[in-house]
């Protein structure tokens, strides 16, 4: 915090203070704060804090410093309004433990799948992300109450007697893609309503259509106008014979799982994702009373309750991407880590291509994961001789190699000798963005929008001032190769990296890494 005397800030236009009062509002809501929370904190009330995000109100650095000290953030630095940024002095080896945190994925589908409940529920150690803090934003404005627990990172979730859905928050519904999972659990209460179109990475064009080809046999149609979704619900309509799913995707599963979690009937989704977001969404669901066989495979046979009502707590397991890129980052570092908790049966194709590749590695025996069916591994990664694979990397649903994992293999190919082919076939354009690399000193070739040519190992990774990439593994990807670049790299406007990752920087330091959070004002 910088600021020299009792200065009142003050400006001609309501430009700077509204800035001002943008940053305070992010950084409460990524905090888990309401208004009323963060005017206890400061001795004030909850219309001055209402003020103060509104740019409405002249604030002195002393207020700004304290408001800067309860939050955890910075507010006044030298420089230009703008979002927050990394900086990174690279070079330096790893070394100790760090345990995975819980999945981003299962979270934001349990927030959605708790509109299905009645009761209370309280999601345990959830990650406190911004993807999360979007969900708690719309779920709050449609009168879900919802708080965090003193001390804790465990979320009470209470919903209302009726949603309010004419009152959601559409700009933060729009900064998520998690909103399209609304539609399974509010066919059940709404005979029709409408949602902002959804958000997200950057990843090319994603449409909706498999998501409403999976729920039309509950009964709902949708039309796009305008920007929103305007369904209507038919409740008279249920599936008649198996859903078969258009495409294998995570969310679609779930959505079709959220719908037939309240049809009383018995519902057949055959190809259905099995990977772990899904089998956390299916262990919560039956939970609640659900019937689900067939976890963990394509088939998933669902009966159905009408109504649930149950206070229930639930522990979402950890997130295997998350410990993909601790992998990673160890890699590129050439460290000695341990990473604990690695949910070990969604790693399996990747370990198993990084040891073709050379990685050494040491594994303690499995245990259970705090759902009580998600195995799990203590994981130390060792400097290694790595070598490219004969053949393309490439991923594949569940149980091949993770979508989300495939940006990792590109930074780990950049540190073994040979070519590597990465093939992201599924997004558009997210293979794009890992020719950021070269900007660190990788050799990376385009070959087409989906296919990159990789040439290791690295001669010298060195310090650069990048821009983020607006999709969220590859801007983790930059990111940990700053680690391995000796001097000073600034990663700029970090906002998706903290869609996805609670508090990365700091655990990377935990670990002897260097990295500064900082803003422009």
């Known amino acids: 915090m910088i600021y020299d ?7 001609t236009s309501d430009t700077y203070l509204t800035r001002i009062g943008t940053l305070i ?31 409405k109100q002249n604030l002195s650095l002393e207020m700004l410093a304290r408001i800067g ?35 981003k994925n299962a979270a934001v589908a349990l927030l959605c799948a708790s509109l299905l409940n009645k009761g209370r529920t309280t999601l345990r150690s959830l990650a406190r992300i911004e993807e999360v803090n979007r969900i708690i934003e719309v779920l709050t404005s449609i009168g879900v109450k919802v708080r965090w627990l003193p001390d804790s990172n465990d979320l009470e979730i209470i919903p209302p007697a009726r949603i309010d859905l004419d009152s959601i928050d559409v700009d933060a519904a729009r900064r998520t893609r998690t909103v399209i999972m609304f539609f399974g659990p509010l066919l059940h209460e709404l005979g029709s309503f409408q949602l902002p179109y959804a958000g997200g990475c950057d990843l090319g064009t994603r449409t909706i259509e498999p998501h409403l080809s999976a729920l039309k046999p509950f009964g709902l149609d949708v039309a796009a106008t305008h920007g929103f979704y305007e369904a209507t619900v038919d409740a008279a309509r249920t599936p008649e014979r198996a859903i078969v799913l258009t495409e294998r995707g995570d969310t679609v599963t779930e959505n079709a799982l ?17 990977n772990y977001m899904v089998q956390d969404l299916c262990f919560f669901l039956q939970a609640l009373g659900v019937t689900i066989e067939g976890i963990g495979s394509t088939t998933l046979t669902v009966t159905g309750v009408e109504h649930i009502d149950v206070d229930i707590e639930y522990f979402p397991s950890e997130d295997p991407i998350e410990a993909m890129s601790l992998i990673a ?24 291509t990084l040891e073709e590749m050379g990685l050494r590695f040491d594994m303690t025996p499995e245990y259970r994961a705090m759902n009580g069916h998600t195995r799990l591994v203590d994981l130390t990664i060792h400097p290694s001789e790595l070598k490219a694979p004969v053949d393309k990397i490439a ?18 190919a950049a540190c073994a000798e040979g070519t590597t082919m990465i093939h992201d076939w599924v997004y558009e354009n997210r293979a794009i963005y890992l020719t950021e690399l070269t900007k660190i000193g990788g050799q990376v070739q385009l070959l087409d929008p989906h296919r990159v040519m990789i040439t290791g190992p ?13 999709a969220l593994r590859p801007g983790v990807v930059i990111l940990l190769a700053m680690l391995a670049a000796p001097g000073t790299s600034v990663l700029r406007n970090v906002y998706v990296i903290n869609r996805g990752y609670e508090d990365l920087a700091e655990r990377l330091n935990a670990l002897g890494a260097t990295i500064e959070t900082f803003r422009d004002i």
């Open 458 to 470: 690295t001669p010298k990774w060195r310090a650069a001032e990048v821009m983020c990439p607006p």
């Open 5 to 11: 005397g009792p200065v009142t800030v003050t400006s």
């Open 395 to 412: 991923p594949m649903p569940f149980p091949g190699l993770n979508i989300d994992n495939l940006p990792f293999f590109a930074l780990i």
């Open 329 to 352: 980052a160890g890699v590129v570092t050439e460290s000695t880590i341990t990473i604990e908790r690695v949910p070990i049966e969604f790693l399996e194709i990747e370990l198993a």
């Open 25 to 55: 509002r992010d950084a409460r809501r990524h905090q888990g704060l309401t208004q009323s929370e963060l005017a206890d904190l400061l001795g004030t009330s909850q219309s001055a804090v209402a003020r103060i995000e509104q740019g």
């Open 69 to 103: 000290e309860k939050l955890d953030s910075e507010f006044v630095s030298l420089g230009h309004s703008g979002p927050q940024h990394l900086r990174i002095v690279g070079g330096q080896k790893l070394s100790g433990s760090i345990p995975v945190k819980t999945s």
């Open 258 to 274: 959220m719908a037939a979690a309240r049809n009383p009937g018995t519902t057949i989704i055959r190809n259905a994702s099995p």
